[in-house]
């Protein structure tokens, strides 16, 4: 079956959800809970219909909506999805989906949390199918205002701080991409936003046109990932955000920086690209390794995991310096692949605080006999993130490190060793929370609930299952990514 304008339906049916929130008594929690959780649900499943439509075997867009909105302007409505952007509209649909359920623990101003909720989630899957760059900024932007509300109003102590940093920097990145775009569409001939033009009239912008809003739209991107040294927004959001924001923000919003490299940057920026790409993988490199050893120095567990995520979002820069099918395969799949772990890994830092209310990685000891599911569960993603073989972490950092062998041998060898760092903290954290004589302050903890491993077990299944069979996501992905290579020569 195939439906109209699917990928619309998919988009705004959030904000379906949020006007009718509008219209419900504030006081019915338990309603806008379940809901809203319904809302995404939908989301969810109606992606799957998207996989039923898409040909797993063309490289170009498909399932197109396109329409003048403001001729004026030349500006379109355009939506479309390709192997890039498939995997990871899913990713947000599916972290949308379990976060919301992560959710039901939200007791102050429910209705605001979950309009300001479902308003992100619209954003979040808007920038992965619009392909006008103007529709593209506007969702990009979108995604902006509910996070701050939802870091400032619902997060820790210092949640005033790590949301007006967090929104500081973003909106300083905007602002210089919108001036890359905005060059873009000046220079263009006939002027156009339109993403799939602009990539045909790549060879008639100048090497040094190219070099300057390549640099713009490397500020933009570079602060969503992020790539060192404008990362320092990520531990301060991360600590001070609610447990399935956070899950959000690792899971997804860095990997609008990534896709938005993959998606403007290199194609319409060609000649830039390969200018910059010995720099593109150092500052891979610096991720990897400086992510890995300052996670390895944190006490906070929330804070490791947030540094772990600037150390894995390394591998991705490394596969894309690369412009080789496997570096664009392996980065495109260590996006979707970090979605999964570290949204686990988030929502087990959740589990434990909201029994503890501490994260103090040293507070704890001998959990493992205390809380034995949750032992289990802590252990298998652990294992996932340092990329153990046979799960998820494993196939994509391997495949971005062989990717990028080929051209940045040295570089490579030198990352390789943010893998021993990254296994070092791991287990080193597995150690001090759960090995050892049990603490009699956490005696009584009670295991994981129903709820909690509702949402646990879904990205569990999907890191073995891409860690054994990769060809599951590989297949969608290969003719666009084999496609955007061949735009770079």
């Known amino acids: 079956m195939n439906i109209p304008h699917l990928l619309s339906i998919i988009v705004f049916t959030p904000v379906v959800g949020i006007i009718v929130l509008l219209f419900v008594d504030g006081k019915k929690h338990k309603f806008i809970r379940w809901f809203s959780a319904i809302i995404t649900l939908i989301v969810l499943i109606l992606s799957f219909f998207v996989f039923k439509q898409f040909n797993f075997s063309e490289s170009g867009v498909q399932l197109v909506e396109k329409g003048m909105w403001i001729p004026q302007f030349n500006i379109k409505y355009f939506l479309g999805v390709d192997g890039l952007s498939l995997p990871l509209f899913f990713l947000t649909a599916l972290l949308s989906f379990l ?9 102050e101003r ?71 775009i905005l060059a873009l569409y000046f220079t263009s001939n006939p002027h156009t936003f339109d993403m799939m033009e602009i990539i045909a009239q790549r060879a008639t912008f100048t090497r040094n046109f190219q070099i300057i809003v390549w640099l713009a739209m490397f500020i933009g991107f570079a ?20 447990t399935p924001i956070s899950v959000l923000l690792a899971g997804i919003l860095l990997k609008m920086g990534g896709y938005g490299f993959l998606r403007l940057s290199f194609p319409m920026l060609p ?8 720099f593109f993988a150092i500052l891979g490199f610096i991720n990897i390794v400086y992510g890995a050893l300052v996670a390895m120095a944190q006490k906070d567990l929330k804070k490791l995991i947030a540094y772990s995520s600037v150390s894995h979002m390394g591998y ?63 252990t298998f993603s652990c294992f996932a993130s340092l990329g153990l073989p046979g799960l998820a972490g494993f196939v994509s950092e391997f495949l971005c490190l062989i990717g990028a062998f080929s051209v ?43 709820r909690e491993l509702f949402t646990l077990i879904p990205l569990m299944i999907l890191m073995l299952l891409i860690g054994v069979y990769p060809k ?18």
């Open 316 to 378: 991705v820069l490394l596969g894309f310096a690369s412009m080789t099918q496997m570096g664009y395969i392996g980065g495109v799949l260590q996006m979707f692949n970090h979605g999964i772990i570290t949204g686990a890994l988030f929502l087990l830092v959740g589990v434990i605080y909201d029994r503890a209310h501490t994260r103090d990685i040293y507070a704890f000891g001998g959990l493992g006999k205390t809380m034995p599911v949750y032992f289990g569960i802590m």
């Open 408 to 450: 940045f041998k040295v570089i490579v060898i030198a990352s390789a060793s943010g893998m021993i760092i990254t296994a070092a903290y791991f287990l080193w954290t597995l150690q001090r929370m759960f090995m050892g004589s049990e603490n009699e302050r956490w005696k009584d903890l009670p295991d994981m609930s129903g």
């Open 223 to 242: 602060i969503k990932v992020p790539i060192f040294p404008f990362h320092t927004w990520l531990p301060d959001a991360h600590v001070e955000a609610p």
């Open 99 to 107: 976060a919301c359920v992560g959710s039901f623990g939200i007791k």
């Open 271 to 278: 000649e830039a690209s390969k200018y910059f790409a010995t």
């Open 110 to 180: 429910v209705k605001e949390y979950f309009i300001l909720y479902l308003l992100l989630v619209t954003g979040m899957l808007g920038v992965f199918v619009a392909l006008d760059m103007v529709i593209f900024y506007i969702f990009w932007e979108v995604v902006l205002v509910p996070m701050y509300f939802l870091i400032g109003i619902w997060g820790g102590p210092k949640r005033e701080y790590a949301a007006i940093k967090f929104f500081l920097y973003t909106l300083f990145g905007s602002v210089v991409m919108l001036l890359g």
């Open 472 to 489: 599951i996501i590989v297949q969608v992905m290969k003719p666009t990514l084999n496609y955007l290579v061949g735009l770079m020569y």
